[in-house]
């Protein structure tokens, strides 16, 4: 009782106390905004999976596997399973309208079914909106001009399809879908979204008109550097797309480096289509072409004999699990799927072969060294940062240990007036309470203001300060993760009440152990 | 049978190696509704037997005992003592003692928080006898104000307010009429009286004032660590 008016007495007309809130207050907000950020990232890094491949992937690199149709047809019978889809990952050489030349991640997909399995249409930039994007306060997005709708509507069927009509006949063309980051065209403005390209153009009259670029409007050439069923490469192949759309993942280096072009487009350029095979031997039918220097042993022209049909190959299939199945019970599923499928099929990897390469992966399991040192690098800033924290303990030890030995007189009068001396430790461990309760609900608040504002403080770092933390190089995305998770803040708010109270327990002891003699004579 | 009884009551304060003996055998009766002055030269342990009496302070280890009410204090523990200064005793200390930090109310009602705990505190009876107990000794005006703010009488007479909130059945006092002018004195004492008339107030109440100690029932006098 009289604890609750002496905290707040003291609470108030003391500067010390303050300080110790004000030093648990930025220990808190500290540990909260770090572990919010850095968890945020960790956690987006396992989210994006789904965006990108899905839940699980199924590979068999370079040279693929061939009757993928029918894996996918065992697969989706499969109760996990939601859907999948193939795909061909490889690399390969993209020329850009401004003549560079970059290395990049070839994905040939099937644009009806991708889209069951990965955020396909969410990720398409470049359609028609009805209202602002979250951060475009000031509805400069140039999706949302009317006038523009039905142009972003033709630009979205086409990034859907995967298809152009060809300019001059009007017949659809193969087309390509790269990541936004690619052509350099699209310029992200802080309130994350993006200006259409333009670029500067010399004028007869020796001006510069500035003219519209969009990148759906581009032309680029693909090369890639197909094998051949045994794995040897044959010679580079290289094949001009127009531009579609773009994609934004928010993965900084997905949405740099990946195009995605239709599969089929992606067979052919990798020889992975159906093909025959064939060998040299028969004799021409009656009047049939033949290759004059084809010659069978007896020295009659030759023509090929079809042995048989190679089927076509992808290099992945990517799978989606059913909602409340997990990535690692999917992986099982997936597991039990292909070994029943490769048993059934004697020209496509072993199940054995697959598992001992690890081919059949979750997301995290294909990230699982740059997770495990995001991991292992949040619990290690957490730890300094929490052992920085402790030294908040301290302070209060300090500043109590002062404050009693200021108002040891008014203890020894508490004492003389009858209170216990469990009543004078709880007053001080109240106090501290107060201090711990009074700062990190503070620091929440602090932490809170920070994280959820931390991209346009970044962007207000860099603009007016030349500071760039957060370089979407080096962290993958292009924006800084901003939410907390109430789990997180409980548990960073309670320790920061622990910590306030262990500094208080000492100084609390010692007060209620004074002599109130002493306390009263002491000056 | 005697409120408050002190026999042969030592005391001795050890300075480094050197024993210094204050009190050497103090006893000392004390009635219900009785005023006893003690007097006595500065540094005599007027003081130390007044925290002795309270309970503040011992006797030294089995050199004499303080009976309360039939009750030795030696025998009460710690939460009984606790409960013996919140209940039966109000201390009016010589440099009045009160707490910077609270307003002159403040000060006088915690000491019935407490005595009443939490649960128990009832705040608008202990705000109006606080109140009231303010009112008769002039401070009705003061109740808002910080003890930064008062005169030394006007501290001293806050304390002994205080001192009387719980209604204690002896009152120990250390020259509480030092700091005051004849007149408010005398009213002092005057309203003190009364308590003791109404409440049979015990008053044990060390000073240098002859016209005070002349309206004392009994006058004691400590010399050299005696009750003269
Ligand atoms: N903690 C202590 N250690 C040593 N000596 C002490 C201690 N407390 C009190 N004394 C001594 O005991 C003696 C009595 O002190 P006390 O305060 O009781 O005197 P007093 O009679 O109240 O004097 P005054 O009239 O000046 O208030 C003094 O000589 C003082 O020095
Ligand atoms: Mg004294």
């Known amino acids: 009782m009289y604890q609750a008016l002496l905290t707040r007495k003291y609470l108030t007309s003391k500067i010390m106390p303050l300080l110790a809130a004000v030093a648990v207050m930025l220990c808190t907000a500290m540990v909260l905004t770090v572990w919010s950020v850095m968890g945020g990232f960790l956690s987006r890094l396992l989210e994006s999976g789904r965006s990108l491949v899905g839940d699980v992937t199924i590979e068999w690199p370079n040279t693929g596997f061939a009757h993928y149709d029918e894996l996918i047809d065992l697969l989706e019978e499969h109760p996990r399973v939601k859907a999948a889809t193939p795909m061909i990952d490889t690399f390969g050489l993209v020329s850009l309208p401004d003549n560079r030349v970059e290395g990049v991640n070839i ?82 403005e802080a309130s994350g979204i993006y200006r259409l390209g333009s670029l500067g153009k010399a004028l007869p009259d020796g001006g510069v008109a500035n003219v519209m670029t969009p990148a759906f409007q581009q032309r680029i050439t693909v090369r890639v550097v197909p094998f051949d069923r045994e794995g040897r490469d044959v010679r580079l192949v290289s094949r001009p797309f127009a531009v579609a759309n773009e994609f934004r993942t928010g993965v900084f280096e997905i ?119 995001v991991r292992k690098e949040t619990s290690l800033v957490l730890f300094i940062l929490g052992f920085v924290s402790a030294t908040a303990s301290f302070l209060i030890l300090a500043i109590f240990w002062a404050m009693i030995s200021e108002k040891t007189k008014d203890i020894g009068v508490l004492r003389s007036l009858g209170a216990s001396r469990a009543g004078i430790a709880w007053l001080w461990i109240r106090y501290g309470l107060a201090i711990g309760v009074v700062g990190s609900l503070a620091g929440g608040a ?38 907390i998770e109430p789990v997180r803040a409980v548990i960073v708010l309670i320790s920061g009440l622990v910590f306030s109270l262990l500094g208080a327990i000492i100084p609390a002891i010692r007060a209620a152990t004074l002599d109130p003699v002493r306390a009263l004579r002491f000056e | 049978m005697a409120l408050l009884n002190a026999t042969n009551v030592h005391k001795t304060y050890r300075l480094g190696k050197v024993d210094v003996p204050v009190l050497r055998g103090v006893s000392v009766t004390v009635e219900p509704g009785e005023f006893v002055a003690i007097l006595g030269s500065s540094g005599s342990g007027k003081s130390t037997l007044l925290h002795i009496l309270g309970g503040l302070d011992r006797p030294d280890a089995g050199k004499g005992e303080v009976v309360f009410d039939g009750t030795p204090l030696s025998a009460m523990g710690m939460g009984g003592l606790d409960r013996y200064r919140s209940e039966r005793v109000g201390f009016v200390f010589q440099f009045y003692h009160l707490l910077p930090e609270l307003t002159v109310m403040e000060n006088v009602t915690v000491a019935a928080m407490i005595r009443q705990g939490r649960l128990r505190y009832k705040a608008a009876e202990v705000t109006e006898r606080a109140k009231a107990l303010l009112e008769s000794f002039g401070l009705g005006h003061r109740l808002g104000h910080r003890p930064a703010e008062l005169s030394g009488g006007e501290r001293q007479r806050t304390a002994i307010a205080r ?21 408010t004195g005398g009213t002092i004492l005057d309203a003190l009286a009364g308590h003791r008339a109404s409440e049979k107030l015990a008053t044990v109440m060390v000073t240098h004032d002859q016209e005070v100690a002349a309206r004392a029932d009994r006058v004691v006098r400590l010399v050299d660590g005696r009750l003269a």
């Open chain 1, 107 to 188: 994905r040939g997909i099937d644009p009806k079914t991708y889209g069951e399995v990965v955020d396909y249409t969410q990720a398409l930039w470049w359609k028609p909106l009805d209202k602002p994007a979250e951060k475009d306060h000031k509805g400069e997005d140039v999706r949302l001009d009317p006038r523009y709708k039905e142009l972003f509507e033709a630009v979205y069927q086409e990034g859907l399809s995967l298809s152009e009509p060809d300019s001059k006949t009007g017949v659809p063309q193969w087309a390509a879908v790269p990541g936004i980051e690619m052509l350099g065209l699209s310029k992200r």
């Open chain 2, 163 to 183: 001192a009387l909130i719980n209604r204690p059945a002896v009152l120990l006092a250390d020259e509480p009429t030092g700091n005051l002018d004849r007149v």
């Open chain 1, 255 to 373: 949405d740099r480096r990946t195009i995605y072009i239709p599969l089929a487009a992606a067979q052919s350029m990798m020889k992975m289509e159906e093909a025959k095979s064939a060998v040299s031997g028969g004799t021409p039918a009656a009047g049939g072409a033949f290759n004059p220097y084809d010659l069978n042993a007896d020295g009659t022209p030759a023509v090929p004999v079809i042995t048989g049909i190679d089927p076509a190959r992808v290099t992945t299939v990517l799978v989606r699990a059913k909602d409340g199945v997990s990535p690692d019970e999917l992986r099982e599923a997936c597991d039990q799927v292909y070994e029943t499928f490769a048993e059934k099929h004697r020209d496509v990897p072993a199940a054995r072969t697959l598992r001992e390469n690890n081919l059949i992966r979750t997301w995290e399991m294909r990230q699982a060294q740059f997770v495990a040192a």
């Open chain 1, 446 to 483: 602090l932490a809170w203001l920070v994280v959820s504002n931390i991209n346009p403080i970044h962007d207000w770092m860099g603009s007016v300060l030349g500071v760039t933390v957060w370089d979407p190089r080096v962290y993958y995305f292009t924006t800084i993760p901003n939410t």
